[in-house]
């Protein structure tokens, strides 16, 4: 099933002599339950393009469509919405509260709708994470990599529609990043979660099951993983 459609994306900066077309009539669907990776050099538009799936930044042109629904028809407040209950957002540098615990910041989103936590749910989610005798602790007494954890489980935790990792072992070492994608694809496998990874590193994208490769603001390869 279709869960995120891509037509003729374009993301233009500038005009005139100045125009830099960030992504360039981009097209491509995912089906749920996908892992697809991203992967393209500093500037070819991947981090432009994941920031218009995730609702945070508008196309100059063309369509998102997520679980059937036109993103970019949406009014303001609904696209906040959107951004709260359908995507989850893994960042290279956390994003965490800092005053705020590790299962404080895991909740943070269902607390911000107003909606009772699924206890068995989080404790699944901890449990899964390693999280477990962590939960009490503030971002600054963990590791690097146990941070990214945390991230994953706040990202996790609406059973959002698609999960966008923008570079989520950029800042770790080897051990930590190896144990993140194996989570990412633990997530995937567990939740039947829909995630699409950004990158620059092809080995890394190579545990996905689908590759996008794009240059110059172009899709310029889209295969499966053997």
Avoid: W
């Avoid at 989520?168 to 993140?180: F, H």
């Avoid at 545990?207 to 172009?218: E, L, P, V």
Wanted: proline content about 3%; charged content about 25%; glycine content about 8%.
């Amino acid at each position: 099933m279709e869960i995120l459609k891509v037509e003729n994306l374009c993301k233009n900066y500038g005009r005139g002599d100045t125009l830099v077309k960030a992504l360039d009539k981009v097209s491509f669907s995912v089906n749920k339950g996908e892992f697809v990776a991203i992967v393209g050099a500093s500037g070819s538009g991947k981090s432009t393009l994941l920031h218009i799936l995730g609702g945070v930044d508008r196309p100059t042109s063309g369509k998102v469509y997520v679980d059937g629904e036109d993103v970019y028809q949406l009014n303001e407040h609904n696209l906040a919405i959107f951004r709260r209950r359908e995507v989850g957002l893994i960042y290279q540098f956390y994003n965490l509260i800092p005053i705020l615990n590790v299962k404080e910041n895991i909740t943070l989103p269902i607390l911000l709708d107003n909606k009772r936590v699924d206890e068995e749910y989080l404790n699944e989610i901890i449990q899964t994470l390693s999280l477990k005798d962590r939960i009490n602790h503030l971002p600054n007494e963990l590791s690097g990599g146990q941070q990214q954890r945390v991230s994953i489980g706040r990202a996790l935790m609406n059973r959002p529609a698609i999960l966008l990792a923008d570079e989520p072992t950029g800042n770790l070492d080897s051990k930590a990043s190896r144990e993140i994608i194996e989570l990412l694809k633990l997530s995937n496998k567990k939740y039947n979660q829909t995630i699409i990874m950004i990158t620059h590193d092809h080995e890394l994208a190579l545990h996905a099951s689908r590759i996008i490769t794009i240059d110059d603001g172009k899709i310029i390869k889209d295969e499966m993983v053997k």
